[in-house]
DNA sequence: CCGGAAGTTGCGCGACACGCATAATTTCGT
DNA sequence: ACGAAATTATGCGTGTCGCGCAACTTCCGG
């Protein structure tokens, strides 16, 4: 068994029954350690109490993950990558803000708004606000590809998909903090939404730089 | 004494002798970490290494640091507060692709280049990303309100200043990761004002918007 | 159905963050 | 300039934690 973080998403990828229940593991080892987190606080939440809650041993729990911070983040991270990837499943020719808003209506459909108090725990505490960032910034990735298949430019030579990849997840990473704010009633996918269509600009800008 | 991290920048700002001796310590101690981390990479890093490097216990290195992680990146997130500080000491009337050019000239005035090896560890090592970025990410306060500054609007109401903050501190961060790649020999801040200027169209949109 | 691969578990070690108590040092009022 | 008060440095002990190692168990392919 690795924590490669790289296959932590790939799981599922190839095999069978074995790559499923490792996922299955993963998530409930996940689950577990946010569950706990947010019912006794994150300082009160002992690694054996998470193994036990997911029903394995605690050393297994570090063979899946090396620290609170990254269990408890996963789940997010995920999401996250989720909403990266179907992005980038979307057809080129969709513009960019219109493709982004329905990848996010596709991973939250049905289901309901994010949990303010999980996003509050991932901002305030300064342990996990590190994984927290990590994992946004991982999206970046995808979203860059995304980005460069509309435009036509090359990432590795140009700056600007990445930078604008980078823009966009800044901009939901505020979006979120606004979104936190107790007056604020607006579903979290509009001030996502409005938030980059704060940047846009800098999308139509090159747009038009490049015709 | 506290490890606050509010306190680090300040730690100069009002008694004398006590506090100048203090942030002292704080800088020895970041920056006998950074050289042993540097030297035998950050695995063989004994925290009693850090604090016998630094002329100090190991028990005052943790009153001072609660991390390797946080001693190594405090160089690193004090200079980009620096930055963010004389940011917001330019004249509001000057455009801000300008004024952070200063900022940076102003930083990196008469020093070298910005150490590449460094860099490149805070990326690729896991355990200093997460530090990295959320050293990033405390800029952001600063320069939105620079961007408010200019703009007039009210950060607290509207997206806007957070979202154009966020959105350069990331461009400066994509920026860093393309100038760490071999091939470019442009200065740093050449790249990073490229950057910049990409998402400045962002900017320039907003102020027709409110005119 | 069997042999190897992959996953799980227990044990133990090295390291670390931090509370607490004590000594050393700086600051400040007079 | 002197002594009390506040602040800081240090030593020690404790509770965790991450992970290497070596069994043991479960799963997969032929």
Redesign the pocket.
């Known amino acids: 068994?690795?924590?490669d973080i790289g296959d932590q998403l790939g799981e599922a990828g190839r095999?069978?029954?074995?790559?499923?229940?490792?996922l299955a593991?993963r998530e409930a080892l996940s689950r577990a350690a946010l569950r706990l987190a947010l019912e006794r606080g994150l300082q009160n939440?002992?690694?054996?109490d998470i193994?036990a809650e997911a029903?394995?041993?605690?050393?297994?729990?570090?063979?899946?993950?090396?620290?609170?911070?990254?269990a408890i983040c996963f789940l997010s991270v995920q999401r996250a990558q989720r909403i990266g990837a179907a992005l980038r499943a979307r057809p080129p020719e969709e513009p960019l803000a219109e493709a982004i808003g329905h990848a996010m209506a596709e991973e939250y459909a049905g289901r309901s708004e994010p949990d303010k108090v999980t996003m509050r725990m991932f901002i305030s505490e300064p342990a996990l606000r590190g994984e927290y960032l990590k994992g946004l910034t991982a999206v970046e990735g995808p979203l860059a590809e995304a980005i460069a298949a509309r435009t036509g430019t090359d990432p590795e030579r140009d700056l600007f998909p990445r930078v604008l990849a980078a823009a966009v997840t800044s901009a939901a990473r505020t979006a979120t903090r606004h979104y936190l704010r107790t007056e604020t009633t607006a579903p979290f996918a509009a001030v996502v939404r409005d938030a980059i269509e704060l940047i846009a600009p800098a999308a139509r800008a090159h747009e038009g730089r490049r015709a």
Chains 1, 2 share one sequence.
Do not use: H, I
């Open positions: 068994m690795t924590t095999s069978g029954l074995r790559a499923r229940k490792k593991t939440v002992r690694v054996d193994a029903g394995v041993s605690p050393r297994t729990y570090n063979n899946y993950f090396s620290s609170r911070e990254e």
